[in-house]
């Protein structure tokens, strides 16, 4: 993968010094110069890292960094400040535009050349973290299965499921949509959270897919917990007309109307002991059985698969 930054100066100068610093890796870093004026128009590629050299642009370096932070798609993009101006009232204002590194020349070149790195080692990891949610993705998900697994723990894993969400996004649009996978991760860190052991883990799959990792205990009341503030709310994020009838219509690929009953949830349960599953593989497979018998229940419902010996 390319991390391209964009390096704001008159000059080439900084570009020219970053690139002469990373010529072993120019497979993996591009480093490009805009010039102030060209700002709007580059952000619409969204870099990986946005450098400025103060010293050699002609603007208000704070209402410069507030201008990028404004910028929607450009909200978390890093940015580092590189200036000649030691002044500490200085650095702090600019550090208050949400600035996170504010570096004073001269440079030290071997320094910034790890000050960047380690940035965008920082970026990689946590495009393992849901942007949309906050909660770890597959990788960390993986991850933890793993760990429970090579420490012979005795552990369930939920898996949660939307049901009939995709109509709803056909019929209130994917912003609506985005509002009711975040209520459904407030809704399951909630109850997860409130039982007592401290080892829990919540994690986003994907989509309207979560998963949860818990030691043994009460299955059945974390479900109906889970399952009573999920439908008590979801009805919130519906019109009236769809709230009345209890369903939505949306035309399929001919054209014909359809109706799907509202957004319920699905849970399914599997326990897990190390004597009988090795390996994330089995438990999926077997997880996947349990959730294609919790869908196939009409309305919010779990499924529990305890263990047999």
Known sequence: MIHEIYVIENE????????????RELDEYKFKTIIPSELEIALRNIPALIIIDEDNTDVDIVE?????????????????????????????????????????????????????????????????????????????????????????????ILYFDLDNFKAYNDVYGFSNGDEII?????????????????????????????????????????????????????????NDIDIDRGYVEVANRRGIIEQFPLTSISIAVLEVDSRVYKTTLEIGEVAGQIKHQAKAILGSTYVINRRRF
């Open 12 to 23: 080439t100068e900084l570009k020219d010094r970053l690139t002469q610093n990373f010529s």
């Open 64 to 156: 410069f960094c507030k201008s990028i932070r404004s910028n929607e798609d450009n909200s978390i993009t890093p940015i580092i400040v590189v200036s000649s101006n030691i002044d500490i009232n200085h650095k702090i204002d600019v550090l208050k535009a949400n600035v996170e590194y504010y570096i004073k020349r001269p440079i030290d070149d071997e320094c910034f050349y790890y000050t960047i790195k380690n940035i965008i080692g920082l970026l990689s990891k946590n495009r393992r973290i849901s942007p949309l949610t906050g909660l770890p993705g597959n990788v960390q998900i993986q991850a933890e299965m793993k760990k429970r697994l090579l420490n012979k723990e005795t552990f369930a």
């Open 182 to 238: 975040k209520f459904t991760a407030r809704t399951i860190t909630k109850h997860i959270h409130q039982i007592k052991e401290s080892n829990n883990f919540i994690g986003h799959i994907g989509g309207d897919d979560f998963v949860a990792i818990i030691s043994r205990t009460d299955y059945d009341k974390v479900c109906q917990n889970i399952i009573a503030e999920f439908d008590k709310f979801a009805v919130d994020f519906y």
